[in-house]
C-alpha cells in the first residue's frame, strides 16, 4: 500500500483506508453454492435471527452520537491514527490525524469548518482554511446532522455486516468490505481492476458493548491482504471545547479535489 494510497482520503476527520485489494486470478475457479435443502434453509433462518438480534444491539449501541459528546479513536495497521472529541448537541469537533509525513487538524464550530492541512494536502500550504461546506465531495461529510455526525463512521460497518452474534457484550461475526462504502472512517476500496477477493465479502469482526450497552469497540483483524483497523468509543459525556483559529483563511480551488474518497489521485 502506498503512502499516496494510503492519505488518498479524508472524511469527517477520520482518514479513509485506502486499501488496494488483490483481484482473483484467471486460474482461480469462481466460487460455488451448494444447492439449499430444508434443515441448511432452517439453520439459514435462525443464523438471520441471531444476526439481526446481534445488530440491532450494535444499532442501539451507537444512539450516544445523537445525545451525549464522546471520544473517537481509529488505528489503521499502527501507520494511520484519528482522535476526535465530538459533541453533536453543542455543535462542536476537534480532530487531528496522524499519518506518515505529518498531522492534519480540523475543528468545526457550529457550521464553520477549519482545516489546517499540514503539509499533507498538496499545493495548499499549512494555514488554517475555511472550509466551504457546499464545495466538499459528499464522502467528506462534515455535518452535526443525524447521520451524518459520527466521527466513527459506526453505521457504515454495522450495515456491512453479513453474520453476528452476541455474547453478553460481546458481538463477533463477518463484515462485507465491499459493502462498507466511502464515508466517515474507516473505508476499503479494490485494486486497479476495481474487483475485491471472494474473502473481502466475509471478513471477521469483533465488537464491544460496555455495561451501559454503547458501542466501545469495533475491530478487524489482518486477513486477506487487508491490514488490522480498529475504532474505539470513549470519555462519553466530557465537555469538547473547540477554540476558533485566529488568522484563518479562505480555502484555495486546490483543496477540494483532495478530500474525499476520490481525493489524492
Known sequence: MTRRAALAGISAGLLLLVCWMGTR????PEPRTAPRT????DVASADASTTAEAIGLLRAGTA???QTSYRSDVD?????????HTDTVNKRMHTTITAPGGTIEIRMIDDDVYLNPGQLLQGVGDEWLVLDPARVPSDFALSFAPGKNDSGGSARLIAAIVTARADGGQITGTIDVTRIGAGNGISFRPGPGGVFPDSARS??????LDAEGRLVSFLLPEASGLPNASLRYSDFGTTVTVVRPSGAVVAPDA???????????
Open 76 to 84: 489503521i495497521a499502527s501507520q494511520i491514527a484519528s482522535l476526535s
Open 25 to 28: 486470478t484467471e486460474d482461480e
Open 255 to 265: 483543496v477540494y479535489p483532495q478530500l474525499g474518497m476520490g481525493g489524492g489521485r
Open 38 to 41: 430444508t434443515a441448511s434453509a
Open 203 to 208: 471478513h471477521a469482526f469483533r465488537a464491544t
Open 64 to 66: 450516544f452520537v445523537n
